[in-house]
C-alpha cells in the first residue's frame, strides 16, 4: 500500500469514482471548513499588526492612541480595578437576560391567550421599544432609589422586546392541522399551550433569546454611562467613563476588549444552547448532502 | 338513556353517524354543502369521492366536529345526548405529526390527551406501531422518516384510540403511487381486521373503488350528494383486484356517474 490519498480510498471500498464537479465540490467543503476559523483569524492577526506597526512608525502618543501591548498592559495590570467592574456588569447583564426572559415569554404567552389583550397591550411594547432607553433612563433613576433596580429596569427594557416579540409570532405558528387534532382530542387551553404553541414557539424564541442576549449587555452599559455614579458596585462603563477622565487611553480599551468579549462569550453559549435545543428536529439545527 | 330510546325512525340499528339535511355556508358567501343527508353504517368503507370544491372535506370536518353545519343536524345513534367524545379519529392529508416529539410520543399524544401516561400506555402505543410496521422507529423523529413512513405514524396515532369511526380527508394524495398502493393494502388488512368504519375522503376513482365497499359521489357548486354506490367486490382485495374485469367495471360505473355530477357544470380548469 502506498499513500493513503482520497482516490486510494475510494477505489479500496469499490466506489465508482467520483466525477469532477463532485471531487470539486468535496474539496471546496474542505477549505470551507478550515477558512471559517483561519480568515477572520488572519485579519484579526493582521489588524494587531498594522495598528501595532501604526503606533510605532508615527510614535503616536499613547494618552491619543495606545498600542494593542499597552492595552495588554493595562489590562493586565489593572485587572483588581477591571476584574470586580466586570463581575458588576456581568450581574446586571444576566440579571436582565433572565427577566427579559421571564417578562418576555410571560408576556407573549399572556397575549397568546386573549387577542384582546394582545391588541390592547402589544402597542405599548412597541413603543417601549422604539424610545431609546437612554432618554428613559434619567427618569427611572430618578424614580428608582436603587442604582442596580434602575440598571436591572434599562437593561429589561432593551433585552425583553425581541423574546416577546419572536415568541408571540412562534406561539401563533403552530401548524393548523396540529392544532384541529388537539381539538379534536377534546385537548384543554392550557394542554394547546403546553404540548403544541410552546414547543412550536421555542426555534423562534431561541432566535430572539440570542438578539437579547447582546442588547441586555448593551442596556446595561448604556444605563451604567447614564447613571454615571461610581463608588463600591460600578460596573465596565463607570471604568470607561473614569478612565476618559483621566485620560487614561489603555485602560479605556482594555474594558472595551472586556464588554466586546463579554458579548462575544454570551452569543456563543446561546447559540450553543439554542443548537443544543433544536439539533434532533429543527431544520436550522440539519445538516444535508446536496 | 338506552340505547334504543334515543335512536330516531329511519335510522337501522347500524348506524354510526348521519348527517340529516346538513347544509354550510361560510363566511364568505360560498355554499360548501347543500342539503347533504348520508349515513354511515356500522363496518363500512365509505368513500366520498368528487371533484375539489364538492364539499367532501367540509362534510368530513363538519362528521369529525372541527365545523359546525349552518343547517340540519348530525346524529350519533347510540350515544348519550349531548355527549361531546364521539370516539373518532382523523387522518389528515398531511401527516401532521409533531417534528419535536419522536414516533412514540406522536402516537401517544391521543392517549396523553386524555391523561394516560407514557409508561401506562407504552403497550398501547408500540400495539399501534407494530400495526402499521414501525415498531422499530418509536424512538426516531419524524424528519428522519420517509414520507410513506409519516404517514405510517399519522395512522398509528389514529388507531392508538382504538376509535369506532375513522376520518380520512385525502391523506395518501401526496405520496408516490407505489407508496400508495402499499399503505391502500395495509389501511384494508387493517380494516378488515378490527372491522371499524372508515369515511375516506378522495378525488381518485381508482383508489375509492380499491378500498370501499359504498362510494358517495358528489357534485360541486353548491356541494351536494348525486350518487351512492355499493362496490359488491369481496375482500380482501389485492393486486390481483386491481387488474381484474370487476374492478374496471366498477371504476367505469364511479367515473361514469362522477361524470354524469359534473355535466351541467361549467368548466374551472
Given at each position: 500500500m502506498t499513500a493513503d490519498t482520497e482516490p486510494d480510498r475510494l477505489a479500496a471500498a469499490a466506489l465508482p469514482p467520483l466525477d469532477a464537479a463532485e471531487a470539486g465540490k468535496l474539496r471546496r467543503a474542505r477549505i470551507d471548513r478550515i477558512a471559517r476559523w483561519a480568515l477572520p483569524a488572519v485579519v484579526m492577526i493582521a489588524t494587531i499588526a498594522g495598528w501595532q506597526w501604526y503606533v510605532d512608525a508615527y510614535q503616536v502618543p499613547h494618552y491619543i492612541l495606545p498600542g494593542p501591548d499597552r492595552v495588554v498592559a493595562a489590562l493586565l495590570q489593572d485587572w483588581p480595578t477591571l476584574w470586580p467592574a466586570l463581575l458588576v456588569t456581568l450581574q446586571i447583564t444576566l440579571g436582565a437576560l433572565v427577566i427579559a426572559t421571564i417578562g418576555g415569554v410571560g408576556l407573549a404567552v399572556l397575549f397568546a391567550q386573549s387577542k384582546w389583550v394582545e391588541m390592547s397591550f402589544f402597542p405599548y411594547a412597541v413603543i417601549l421599544q422604539v424610545t431609546p432607553v437612554i432618554v428613559i433612563a434619567p427618569l427611572i433613576f430618578i424614580y428608582v432609589p436603587s442604582k442596580i433596580v434602575g440598571l436591572l429596569i434599562c437593561a429589561w427594557i432593551v433585552a425583553f422586546f425581541p423574546i416577546l416579540s419572536n415568541t408571540t409570532l412562534g406561539l401563533n405558528s403552530a401548524d393548523h392541522n396540529l392544532r384541529n387534532l388537539f381539538q379534536l382530542y377534546g385537548a384543554s387551553r392550557w394542554q394547546t399551550l403546553w404540548h403544541l404553541r410552546l414547543p412550536s414557539a421555542l426555534p423562534y424564541f431561541l432566535g430572539g433569546l440570542k438578539i437579547a442576549g447582546g442588547l441586555s449587555l448593551i442596556g446595561a452599559i448604556v444605563a451604567e454611562f447614564v447613571a454615571g455614579t461610581g463608588g463600591l458596585g460600578s460596573g465596565l462603563a463607570f471604568k470607561i467613563l473614569e478612565a476618559s477622565y483621566r485620560l487614561n487611553i489603555p485602560r479605556m480599551f482594555a474594558a472595551i476588549v472586556l464588554i466586546s468579549l463579554t458579548g462575544i462569550v454570551i452569543f456563543a453559549s446561546l447559540s450553543i444552547l439554542s443548537h443544543l435545543m433544536l439539533r434532533r428536529w429543527h431544520e436550522s439545527a440539519i445538516k444535508r448532502d446536496g | 338513556m338506552t340505547l334504543a330510546s334515543s335512536r330516531r325512525a329511519g335510522?337501522?340499528?347500524?348506524?354510526?353517524v348521519s348527517l340529516q339535511n346538513v347544509s354550510k355556508t361560510f363566511s364568505?358567501?360560498?355554499?360548501?354543502?347543500?342539503?347533504m343527508s348520508l349515513s354511515i353504517r356500522q363496518g363500512e368503507f365509505v368513500s366520498l369521492l368528487?371533484?375539489?370544491?364538492?364539499?367532501k372535506s367540509t362534510a368530513l370536518r363538519i362528521v369529525a366536529g372541527l365545523s359546525s353545519p349552518s343547517a340540519g343536524r348530525l346524529v350519533w345513534p347510540?350515544?348519550?345526548?349531548?355527549?361531546?367524545?364521539?370516539?373518532i379519529s382523523f387522518v389528515f392529508q398531511?401527516?401532521?405529526?409533531?417534528?419535536?416529539?419522536?414516533v412514540f410520543a406522536n402516537v401517544h399524544l391521543p392517549l396523553k390527551l386524555k391523561g394516560e401516561s407514557a409508561r401506562v400506555a407504552r403497550d398501547r402505543v408500540m400495539e399501534a406501531l407494530e400495526m402499521v410496521g414501525l415498531?422499530?422507529?418509536?424512538?426516531?423523529?419524524?424528519?428522519?422518516?420517509s414520507g410513506g413512513m409519516k404517514m405510517r405514524v399519522s395512522i398509528a396515532r389514529a388507531l392508538v384510540t382504538k376509535p369506532k369511526l375513522l376520518l380520512m380527508d385525502?391523506?395518501?394524495?401526496?405520496?408516490d403511487e407505489i407508496t400508495r398502493f402499499r399503505l391502500n393494502n395495509d389501511l384494508l388488512r387493517l380494516w378488515e381486521e378490527f372491522g371499524w368504519t372508515v369515511v375516506f375522503v378522495t378525488h381518485s376513482v381508482f383508489e375509492s373503488v380499491y378500498l370501499s365497499n359504498r362510494i358517495v359521489i358528489m357534485a360541486a357548486?353548491?356541494?351536494?350528494?348525486v350518487a351512492d354506490l355499493d362496490v359488491d367486490a369481496p375482500y380482501p382485495r389485492g393486486e390481483e383486484f386491481r387488474t381484474s374485469h370487476l374492478y374496471s367495471d366498477h371504476c367505469r360505473r364511479a367515473s361514469d356517474a362522477l361524470q354524469a355530477a359534473m355535466a351541467g357544470e361549467a368548466p374551472d380548469a
Open positions: - | 335510522e337501522t340499528a347500524g348506524t354510526v364568505n358567501a360560498t355554499v360548501a354543502l347543500k342539503d368528487g371533484p375539489s370544491g364538492c364539499g347510540g350515544e348519550r345526548p349531548g355527549q361531546k367524545d364521539h370516539d398531511e401527516p401532521t405529526l409533531m417534528p419535536w416529539a419522536t415498531e422499530g422507529f418509536a424512538e426516531s423523529y419524524p424528519r428522519e422518516l385525502e391523506p395518501f394524495a401526496a405520496l357548486r353548491p356541494g351536494r350528494v
